[in-house]
Structures are given as structure tokens and as C-alpha cells.
């Protein structure tokens, strides 16, 4: 790894130092070599010294009849001779070693060292820079997916409950609009039951001299017709009769047909009897009462083959 500066410390552009020189190196080692062969030879030329050789007899002047024992103890140990003083050795001196001066340090061996030491430092207090960004990071993305999950949950909560009240609202609604449609309903029924009373009415004051009542007598005779067949009669020609012409004409004309019907309610023959002066009216009269067929019956299930029916122009008003 390229040597740090202070430059570059300092964030200045990098420059490489200049190689320090060997020859000081080189001079140690040959300075080392030549005191370990100084050792070696001094230490050969110690052990090469040879020893005084010491010579000396013993003589024992007794002597002993040796007596034939049955058994003779072991002979004792014979002593040791002491040995003979030795004359004083002459000690030599080793030559004196010349030991190389001490040398001071090396300068550019010391700032190398100190640099290596300074960037191991720098590299080391990196390396826990990045590690404790990388934890940091690692916390951050693990508050992240956190955080993320957590919001997706109250999302999911959140959906569930306004799909939850959209239901309850829309079953609210629901049973709003059928309680407003049975309202209407009944609403409607009565009404129609209003107008169908009031068209009865109408219908067996018009029809109550008109329907079977042929004759030229002041007053019928005959049965009165039902009240109920009338009225179900008029509604369902009224029903199917069209007339938009104008309903204003003064003196409210009047048309009178007899008609002919089969046991069924079919209708043989319309014929008129009495315009009223306005050929549209009777032409939508007479259609009216044509496609009301068949007509409805009594409620013994008879009808009237002959009918006379009238109408006037006030009653499509």
C-alpha cells in the first residue's frame, strides 16, 4: 500500500515518497556477519588449548600372611589415591574483540515505522467508520421494512373497514330504497284504487241507462246492470283508447256503439250508433274499444252479448 503523506491527510493530491537508501542496510549486515565470525573463531581457539597431563604410582610396602578364613569377608573397597597437586595453568587470555560502535537509529527507518504505524491507525479507524455505517444502514432498513409493514397493515384495517361501512351503507341504502319502493307501491295502489273507485262511479252514472237500456221508457224495467262489470268494462276501453285531439269542444259531444261479443269475452262486431260530431273521437273510441278484446267478465264468469257503450269527450280530460 502506497505511503499516506500529510498531504494526503489533509486531502492535498497524492505524491509517492522518494525510496530511502540501502547502503546503510547493507553496511549493518556486513558489520553483523563480521562480529558473528568473530565469536566463532574466539570460541574455536578457547576450546583447542591442551590439558597438563598428570602421571602418579602407588606403592604398598606391608606385607601380609594371609590366613585361610573359611568364609572371607568381601575385601573392602581399596581407597582412592588423592591425586597430586597440579601446578597452577597459565590462564590465556582471549584477544581482544573489536565490538562495532553502536550506530544512532536509522532516521528513515524510524518515520517508516511511524508512517506504517500511522496508517495501520488510519486504515483501522476507516474500518470502523464503514462498520458502524453499515450497522447503521442495516438499522435503517430494518425500521424501514418495519415501519413499511406496519403501514400496510393499517392500509389492510384501513380497506377492511371502509369496505365494512360501504356494506352497512349500501344494505342501509338498500333497505331504504325498498321501504321507499313498498311506499310507493302502496302509494300507488291506493291511488289507482282511488281512480278506479272514481271511474266506477263516473262509469255507473253513464252507463246505468246505457248498457241494455235499448228502450224508449222513462225509466228501465230491466234488471240493473252490475255496478262492478260496468266500471271494469269502461276502464279497460279508456285504457286502450288513444285520442289527442282537443278535449275542449263546448257541449260535450257524445258517442254512443253497440257492441257484440262472444261467451268469451271477444268482441264480434263494434257499430256506432250516435256520433258526436267529431270523427276523430269516434274513430278512437271506436279502436279503443277494439283492442280492449276481450272484455272482462262478470263475476260469475258471464257477460252481456250486447252492449250499448257511450262516451263523452270530457271523460279523457
Known amino acids: 500500500m502506497p505511503a499516506m503523506t500529510p498531504a494526503t491527510a489533509s486531502g492535498a493530491p497524492y505524491s509517492v515518497p522518494p525510496e530511502p537508501s540501502r547502503l546503510p542496510a547493507f553496511l549493518l549486515a556486513v558489520a553483523a556477519h563480521a562480529v558473528l565470525l568473530g565469536f566463532l573463531w574466539f570460541g574455536v581457539s578457547w576450546n583447542n588449548t591442551e590439558p597438563v597431563a598428570v602421571e602418579a604410582e602407588v606403592w604398598d610396602m606391608s606385607v601380609q600372611t594371609a590366613a585361610a578364613p573359611p568364609l572371607p569377608p568381601p575385601p573392602a573397597p581399596e581407597p582412592e589415591p588423592e591425586p597430586?597437586?597440579?601446578?597452577?595453568?597459565?590462564?590465556?587470555?582471549?584477544?581482544?574483540?573489536?565490538?562495532?560502535?553502536?550506530?544512532?537509529?536509522?532516521?528513515?527507518?524510524?518515520?517508516e515505522k511511524e508512517r506504517k504505524e500511522k496508517l495501520l491507525k488510519e486504515e483501522e479507524r476507516k474500518r470502523e467508520i464503514v462498520e458502524k455505517r453499515e450497522r447503521d444502514e442495516a438499522k435503517k432498513k430494518e425500521l424501514a421494512e418495519k415501519k413499511k409493514k406496519d403501514d400496510e397493515l393499517k392500509a389492510k384495517e384501513l380497506a377492511k373497514k371502509e369496505a365494512d361501512d360501504k356494506k352497512k351503507a349500501d344494505k342501509l341504502a338498500a333497505e331504504k330504497k325498498v321501504a321507499a319502493d313498498k311506499a310507493a307501491k302502496d302509494k300507488a295502489a291506493k291511488a289507482e284504487d282511488a281512480k278506479l273507485a272514481k271511474i266506477r262511479a263516473d262509469a255507473l252514472k253513464q252507463m246505468t241507462g246505457a248498457m241494455g237500456t235499448s228502450g224508449t221508457a222513462e225509466k228501465s224495467t230491466g234488471p240493473r246492470a252490475d255496478a262492478g262489470y260496468v266500471a271494469a268494462i269502461t276502464a279497460a276501453i279508456k285504457s286502450a283508447t288513444a285520442y289527442g285531439g282537443s278535449t275542449t269542444m263546448p257541449g260535450n259531444p257524445k258517442a254512443v256503439f253497440k257492441v257484440d261479443q262472444l261467451p268469451t269475452g271477444e268482441i264480434m262486431s263494434v257499430r256506432l250508433v250516435k256520433s258526436s260530431g267529431v270523427p276523430e273521437f269516434d274513430r278512437a273510441v271506436e279502436n279503443g274499444i277494439k283492442k280492449a278484446s276481450p272484455l272482462p267478465k262478470k263475476k260469475d264468469g258471464t257477460v252481456e252479448r250486447t252492449l250499448d257503450v257511450n262516451f263523452s269527450m270530457k271523460d279523457y280530460d
Open 84 to 111: 597430586a597437586p597440579t601446578p597452577p595453568q597459565r590462564v590465556v587470555e582471549p584477544p581482544p574483540v573489536e565490538r562495532p560502535v553502536p550506530k544512532a537509529p536509522d532516521i528513515n527507518l524510524q518515520r
